[in-house]
């Protein structure tokens, strides 16, 4: 027990009791209702060895946007909608190299690696010499209103002509199909490499990234916004395939984004994005449930009638709205991180 001084206190004691006392003590146990902090809350994403070192972080990410259409087997990946919806190599042409490379990093500096598994259906390809491959060539698709200045045939997929968004193009320009069993063979990779979750190897995996804004983050190879029902089937088979591999690896998802992808399926923020948000059908064909409660829901009912859990933490994505981004050191930046999360649980806070 310690005995405190509390000043404020004392100035409303002194106005309620004798003139003659002026102190309160106030005796604090430091030892009552204790809870460890999860050390998983304290993590990063893609983070290089000293800063992983330097923090102690115990979770390392393997994610973003990037993550959602990585190619193992040629250790490649897309860049969406993020640079020209390019297809580059992410190295050497070694299955698994990027990967393996930041397992290794994250153990070798006391991180656990965290490893998105793509569940979209696409992943990058690259030319015969490793060259890149653009999802809306200009010689093919027409003049844009951007370019890359070092690869000027790939464009941002606007058309300078119309200014809108091109459409039908060929996802296999710079794509190629994606499985569950293509994936599959790179979980089997990540095992013999680096050993069962339960030895030492990869304890965590990811379900994608992001699913709510495909359509637009992906629209080369998704320009439709996926269904409740597509991304929980997606799930459902991608997680099956890992825990066939791996039983005690932990798997994640949705990893979702924005308080629109807790609330609304895909196709809803599409269709309420076009037509107005007074009638959003997927909502009401799904109970009028919010995503994410939709979502437990169902793999709740799949794992008691399989009697199999596939979900083992239930991850979203969140981002402050006040300016947090950025370089910004000040002590009052600082201030304004530490307090954004209130926006979590603070229903009177504002961004």
Not at 1 to 6: A, S
Not at 120 to 143: D, I, T
Not at 176 to 200: N, Y
Not at 273 to 299: E, I, K, T
Request: hydrophobic share 40%.
């Amino acid at each position: 027990m310690k005995r405190l001084l509390i000043c404020a206190v004392a100035v409303v004691a002194a106005a309620t009791i004798s003139p003659a006392q002026t102190a309160v003590d106030v005796a604090v146990d430091v030892a009552a209702n204790r809870r460890p902090i999860d050390p998983r809350i304290y993590g990063v994403a893609h983070a290089d060895a000293a800063t992983v070192s330097d923090l102690r972080v115990q979770l390392h990410r393997w994610g973003g946007n990037v993550s959602t259409r990585h190619n193992w087997q040629v250790n490649a990946s897309n860049r969406a909608g993020d640079w020209y919806f390019e297809s580059i190599a992410d190295g050497p042409a070694v299955a698994g190299q990027s990967a393996d490379s930041f397992v290794n990093l994250s153990r070798t500096n006391g991180a656990q690696p965290l490893i998105t598994i793509p569940t979209l259906g696409w992943v990058a390809k690259v030319g015969p010499s490793r060259n890149s491959l653009s999802s809306f060539s200009v010689a093919k698709y027409g003049a844009q209103t951007a370019v890359d200045p070092w690869f000027p045939d790939a464009g941002n997929g606007v058309s300078a002509a119309t200014g809108q968004n091109i459409t039908g193009n060929d996802p296999n320009d710079a794509n190629a199909a994606s499985t569950p069993a293509f994936q599959r063979a790179w979980v089997q990779h990540l095992v013999t490499r680096w050993g069962a979750s339960s030895a030492g190897g990869v304890r965590y995996y990811a379900l994608d990234n992001e699913p709510s804004i495909w359509h637009s983050t992906h629209r080369d190879v998704h320009p439709n916004g996926a269904s409740m029902d597509e991304l929980f089937n997606a799930s459902v088979a991608h997680a099956t395939m890992i825990k066939s591999v791996d039983s005690g690896a932990q798997i994640l998802g949705p990893e979702e984004w924005g308080w629109s992808g807790y609330l609304y399926r895909r196709r809803d923020l599409q269709y309420g994005a076009a037509n107005g948000w007074s009638n959003l059908p997927g909502r009401a064909a799904h109970g009028n449930m919010d995503f994410v409660a939709w979502y437990l829901q169902q793999f709740r009912q799949r794992d008691t009638t399989a009697g199999q859990r596939l979900l083992d933490i239930f991850s979203l994505h969140y981002y402050p709205q006040g300016g947090e981004y950025g370089n910004d050191t000040s002590t009052a930046m600082q201030q304004r991180r530490y307090r954004s999360t209130r926006a979590l649980w603070d229903p009177g806070y504002v961004d």
